[in-house]
């Protein structure tokens, strides 16, 4: 597992064409894994994007590899809302990337949004989408810590 980790959140903006500059302090950590850009997907669990580096990308594979492809309904699960709906995307000398209008629409981003650190990847948010999962988020946390903690 790499040292690095997406840790922190950060404002940010996405322009009008359609791009977002993610935060120096994940563009190091996506350096520190020899990245070519970002991978990014939508999420299937929540109104956001995925953004991780090659060493998830390299775990993911690997998993996938010990299913069957033709015989294993998770395979196919997993390598259809994961692989297939990923993209590796360049990182421009100014350290901005271009959403792919698709992506922008799931996550329902606008004018404003949220870089999520959460370890071995980050999401990105539209600010007023990510406020009620934030709450929610807290107060899962807070259950955890309650019930002697996190499993």
Request: net charge negative; proline share 5%; aromatic share 8%.
């Amino acid at each position: 597992m790499s040292a690095a980790s997406f840790i922190s959140t950060f404002a940010g903006s996405l322009d009008a064409k359609g791009r977002v500059c993610i935060p120096a302090s994940f563009r190091q950590v996506l350096s520190a894994e020899q990245t070519n850009g970002v991978y990014l997907c939508p999420s299937f669990s929540d109104t956001a994007l995925e953004g991780f580096g090659q060493a998830v990308m390299d775990r993911t594979t690997a998993h996938l590899a010990t299913l069957d492809p033709f015989l294993s309904s998770l395979h196919d699960d997993l390598a259809s809302q994961i692989v297939a709906e990923t993209t590796q995307l360049p990182i421009d000398e100014n350290g901005r990337v271009r959403l792919p209008d698709a992506m922008i629409a799931a996550a329902q981003l606008k004018d404003r949004v949220l870089f999520v650190g959460m370890v071995q990847k980050f999401q990105i948010w539209d600010p007023e989408v990510y406020a009620p999962i934030k709450a929610k988020r807290l107060e899962g946390a807070r259950a955890a810590r309650q019930s002697g903690g996190a499993q």
